[in-house]
């Protein structure tokens, strides 16, 4: 067991872990911070993928704008501070064999597929992922259309979730 | 002639392989203990740095400060640190104990992750992670969390009012933040810190210092200093966030606060005041390290001095400013500069200059370009500037006797 | 050396819960959080695909990058939406919100 598997593991624990915390707990904002941790545990395991980059903005977009937004709506729409009623809904049972169903089936589908188990080639050496990254996502003849689509949906949302959430003046 | 910590950290290497420890279990042993250093240093200053507040805020209040314990009051702190840490612990009832005990650790640990990407000299940098700059901005954002965490877990609803008008500065202030930070980082094209020091031969504040503004101002809008402190104004909601929150934890959002002002100066002073640059800096490393600080405590003082002289923003002319003036000018700025940025890329072989004079007429071309900027945005700020004081109402008289009624007897 | 199977079975063991979570929650708020998971478990699978099959080319990371984007976007929307409904009907158990019930 080399030391980074056993940093996996653990990082994977944690993660899973949190993770059923967050569609467990009965407390909305418990669920929001544990979701937090979730997404810590992601970011963690962007930087073991060599994608040290994706950990930061991680951080930024999912835990420092995401999670923020999660905690903020939580804590405007409930009226007392204790949490009141189950959790989980009446065919919470079925939701559960759906999930454990779809792992099962997802693994054996997975484990057919001849590369599996492969191992992490060496990066090619002199591109750096950051710089190439930049330059494909405003090339013409590589992302620069995916990623000017994004940016207008971007824009969409933001005045779309104003209009929405905006009170009428009286 | 190597940096002092260069030095001891190699002694401490060969020392350890003398021990028999493989090289891996070395390498890690080392970056823990400089990780623990990091940290305790940033700790330690800042119980320097509290002093120092206290009594330049005095002397230019024109009184004298702290200076009962030891020479010019410069053991006060430790004082003030026993009293904190002997006071009682008292949780409101129905806080939340996991949340509420959490808050203030992540307050100060948001902090001091930002030390771990500062350069001091040129070798000496915690870990130079070739997303520096972003790193900054992330672990910015965490502190955002652990005010909405303050605020939520105390059960009060002052608290919570605090930490959600505290946040909504903060959330505010990040974006001009981060769009100033993209400036820098256009002029250097690189986000490593040690990249982004080593690309100032000109300081980055003569290039673009509408960005170095912004940047500072917006920095001392995310900490929560004046005169944006309208977080933690005593007359303001009881104390924001902080009310239900006493002894070391209190102590641990005071620490925190202080050392993310110290953090900002010395931000500001890597980015746009060329860090550990100097003369000599490269052959004397320690030399490097001596420059950094003197850069970063002119700044602090700089931070200090406004806090002292100007007067509390409202939170609307808070919010206001962030997202009617300091965003639209940053896009501008960037937008401005990363046009001129190319324009010169492709033009400056044509202009046959002396090697030493490019990084100077660079900065020239930019410099223009801000001043340029500047006179625009003022041009379009003169119709919204107030032209007489609006009159309320007419002034009441003091000490005027009334008008005798008219009498009916004539 | 981590395998790639160990990055593909934590991403499905992720996408499920979070597929739990979508369906067996009553709030809405946390209906969304279990979304969330998913997103995150479809990127780390992109990334970790990246790294191990295609780390020449930049395919993998952008579309994590256009999910990243999208994700922000569904629940800068979508927050919106639910406290606009908490407005209105002073609930965000998905339940109550059935006026379209036929």
């Known amino acids: 067991m080399t030391p980074v598997q056993l940093i996996f593991l653990a990082v994977a624990a944690v993660t899973l872990a949190a993770a059923l915390m967050v569609v467990l707990t009965r407390n909305l904002i418990h669920a929001a911070l544990w979701l937090i941790v979730t997404l810590f545990g992601v970011a963690v395991f962007y930087v073991l993928l060599n994608a040290g980059f994706f950990a930061v903005v991680q951080v930024v977009v999912y835990i420092g704008a995401i999670a923020i937004l999660f905690i903020f709506a939580a804590m405007l729409t409930r009226r007392v501070m204790q949490d009141t009623g189950p959790q989980l809904n009446a065919g919470s049972w079925l939701a559960g064999l759906v999930a454990v169903l779809s792992f099962g089936g997802l693994v054996a589908v997975l484990s057919q597929w001849p590369g599996f188990?492969?191992?992490?080639?060496?990066?090619?050496?002199?591109?750096?992922?950051?710089?190439?990254?930049?330059?494909?996502?405003?090339?013409?003849d590589a992302y620069v259309l995916p990623f000017e689509l994004a940016s207008v949906l971007l824009v969409a949302a933001m005045i779309g979730a104003i209009t929405v959430s905006l009170e009428k003046k009286p | 002639m190597d940096h002092p910590i260069t030095i001891i950290a190699r002694w401490l290497e060969t020392l350890m392989l003398?021990?028999?420890?493989?090289?891996?279990?070395?390498?890690?042993?080392?970056?823990?203990?400089?990780?623990?250093?990091?940290?305790?240093f940033g700790l330690g200053l800042v119980i320097f740095t509290i002093w120092l507040e206290r009594k330049l805020y005095a002397r230019i209040q024109d009184r004298l400060g702290p200076n009962r314990v030891g020479p010019w009051g410069i053991l006060q702190t430790f004082p003030d640190m026993i009293k904190i840490f002997t006071k009682e612990f008292i949780t409101p009832d129905g806080a939340d104990k996991v949340v509420y005990n959490l808050a203030p650790i992540l307050s100060v640990s948001a902090v001091l992750l930002t030390w771990a990407v500062i350069p001091f000299a040129p070798a000496i940098i915690g870990t130079d992670v070739n997303v520096g700059v972003l790193y900054l901005v992330a672990v910015g954002s965490l502190g955002a969390l652990s005010i909405i965490m303050a605020g939520w877990s105390s059960n009060n609803k002052y608290a919570m009012l605090g930490a959600f008008r505290a946040v909504a500065q903060m959330v505010s202030y990040e974006v001009p933040m981060v769009l100033a930070?993209?400036?820098?980082?256009?002029?250097?094209?690189?986000?490593?810190?040690?990249?982004?020091?080593?690309?100032?031969?000109?300081?980055?504040?003569?290039?673009?210092?509408?960005?170095?503004?912004?940047?500072?101002?917006?920095?001392?809008?995310?900490?929560?200093?004046?005169?944006?402190?309208?977080?933690e104004a005593e007359s303001e909601l009881v104390a924001g966030f902080q009310t239900e929150y006493s002894g070391l934890k209190f102590g641990?959002?005071?620490?925190?606060?202080?050392?993310?002002?110290?953090?900002?100066?010395?931000?500001?002073?890597?980015?746009?005041?060329?860090?550990?640059?100097?003369?000599?800096?490269?052959?004397?490393?320690?030399?490097?390290?001596?420059?950094f600080f003197i850069k970063t405590f002119a700044v602090y003082f700089v931070v200090i001095w406004i806090r002292i002289s100007l007067p509390r923003l409202r939170i609307d002319q808070l919010l206001n400013f962030s997202w009617k003036f300091l965003t639209p000018l940053a896009l501008v700025l960037?937008?401005?500069?990363?046009?001129?940025?190319?324009?010169?890329?492709?033009?400056?072989?044509?202009?046959?200059?002396?090697?030493?004079?490019?990084?100077?007429?660079?900065?020239?071309?930019?410099?223009?370009?801000?001043?340029?900027?500047?006179?625009?945005?003022?041009?379009?700020?003169?119709?919204?500037?107030?032209?007489?004081?609006?009159?309320?109402?007419?002034?009441?008289?003091?000490?005027?006797?009334?008008?005798?009624?008219?009498?009916?007897?004539? | 050396m981590i395998?790639?199977?160990?990055?593909?079975?934590?991403?499905?063991?992720?996408?499920c819960i979070g597929l739990f979570g979508v369906l067996g929650r009553r709030n809405a708020i946390a209906i969304l959080m279990g979304i969330e998971l998913m997103l995150n478990a479809v990127n780390i699978n992109?990334?970790?695909?990246?790294?191990?099959?295609?780390?020449e080319g930049i395919a993998g990371q952008a579309f994590a990058i256009i999910v990243f984007a999208v994700a922000a976007a569904e629940v800068a929307v979508g927050l919106a939406l639910i406290i606009s409904i908490y407005r209105r009907r002073n609930s965000v158990v998905a339940d109550d919100i059935n006026l379209m019930k036929g």
């Open chain 1, 117 to 140: 188990s492969s191992q992490a080639a060496a990066l090619p050496e002199g591109a750096d992922p950051l710089v190439q990254l930049g330059t494909a996502l405003v090339s013409p």
């Open chain 3, 3 to 15: 395998p790639l199977s160990w990055y593909l079975i934590l991403a499905a063991a992720l996408f």
């Open chain 2, 252 to 291: 641990m959002f005071y620490v925190g606060e202080f050392l993310h002002a110290f953090t900002i100066s010395a931000l500001t002073a890597t980015l746009f005041l060329g860090g550990w640059q100097g003369l000599g800096a490269e052959r004397f490393p320690i030399l490097g390290t001596i420059f």
């Open chain 2, 18 to 40: 003398g021990w028999g420890l493989a090289p891996g279990a070395v390498t890690t042993i080392l970056t823990l203990l400089g990780a623990a250093v990091v940290g305790a």
């Open chain 2, 334 to 410: 960037l937008l401005a500069t990363a046009i001129v940025e190319k324009l010169w890329l492709d033009l400056y072989p044509s202009l046959n200059l002396v090697v030493g004079a490019v990084p100077w007429v660079h900065a020239g071309v930019h410099f223009v370009l801000n001043l340029l900027i500047l006179w625009g945005m003022l041009n379009l700020l003169k119709p919204h500037k107030v032209k007489t004081r609006r009159t309320v109402a007419e002034p009441r008289p003091v000490a005027v006797a009334p008008e005798p009624p008219v009498s009916e007897i004539s």
């Open chain 3, 46 to 55: 992109l990334v970790a695909f990246w790294r191990y099959r295609a780390a």
């Open chain 2, 181 to 231: 930070l993209l400036i820098p980082v256009l002029l250097a094209q690189t986000m490593k810190m040690n990249g982004l020091v080593e690309a100032q031969q000109v300081w980055f504040i003569f290039y673009v210092p509408i960005a170095a503004l912004i940047f500072f101002i917006t920095s001392l809008a995310e900490t929560g200093r004046a005169p944006f402190d309208l977080l």
